[in-house]
C-alpha cells in the first residue's frame, strides 16, 4: 500500500501517465502490490523551485516511496533496479533517477475508514 510522490521539473515530460506508470509498474513487480493498489503522484516543479544536484540533468527525478516496513533488501535492491530501468525506457538517464524510500509500521497507518493498518487484511503480502 505505499504512497509514492515522483518530483521532477516541469516542461520535458510528454506523457504523465507514462512516467506513473512506469513507477507503479516497478512497485507492482518488485513488492508485488495488486494492479489495484495505486497511489503515485506526480508533481512537476517549475524549474526554478527544483534545484538539481551538480552533474545531473534537466530530467533529474527524485522518486520517494512512503510503505509499510517489512520488504527485505532484495525486494528494495529490486524495486531500485526496476524503477531505474523503467524510467530509463522513458529517456531519464540512470544518473538522474534518486530514490527514497521511507518505511513506517503499519499502526501508524489509518486505512479503510481509519482502521490501523496492521489490523486489516490487506489481501496481499508485505514481507516480500
Known amino acids: 500500500?505505499?504512497?509514492?510522490?515522483?518530483?521532477?521539473?516541469?516542461?520535458w515530460i510528454r506523457d504523465?501517465?507514462?512516467?506513473?506508470?512506469?513507477?507503479?509498474?516497478?512497485?507492482?513487480e518488485a513488492l508485488?502490490?495488486?494492479?489495484w493498489d495505486?497511489?503515485?503522484?506526480?508533481?512537476?516543479?517549475e524549474?526554478?523551485?527544483?534545484?538539481?544536484?551538480p552533474g545531473r540533468g534537466q530530467n533529474y527525478t527524485i522518486v520517494e516511496v512512503t510503505l509499510f516496513a517489512g520488504r527485505s533488501f532484495e525486494a528494495k535492491r529490486a524495486?531500485?533496479?526496476a524503477i531505474v530501468r523503467n524510467l530509463g525506457a522513458l529517456g531519464i538517464a540512470a544518473t538522474d533517477i534518486k530514490?527514497?524510500?521511507?518505511?513506517?509500521?503499519?499502526?501508524?497507518?489509518g486505512i479503510r475508514g481509519g482502521?490501523?493498518?496492521?489490523?486489516?487484511?490487506?489481501g496481499f503480502p508485505v514481507a516480500v
Open 1 to 11: 500500500m505505499p504512497n509514492t510522490l515522483i518530483a521532477t521539473r516541469s516542461g
Open 16 to 28: 504523465p501517465y507514462a512516467v506513473i506508470d512506469a513507477v507503479h509498474d516497478a512497485l507492482q
Open 32 to 35: 508485488k502490490i495488486p494492479e
Open 38 to 45: 495505486r497511489t503515485v503522484r506526480l508533481i512537476e516543479h
Open 47 to 53: 524549474p526554478s523551485h527544483f534545484a538539481i544536484p
Open 79 to 81: 524495486l531500485y533496479q
Open 99 to 109: 530514490i527514497a524510500l521511507i518505511e513506517s509500521p503499519m499502526e501508524n497507518w
Open 115 to 122: 482502521t490501523p493498518a496492521s489490523e486489516v487484511d490487506l
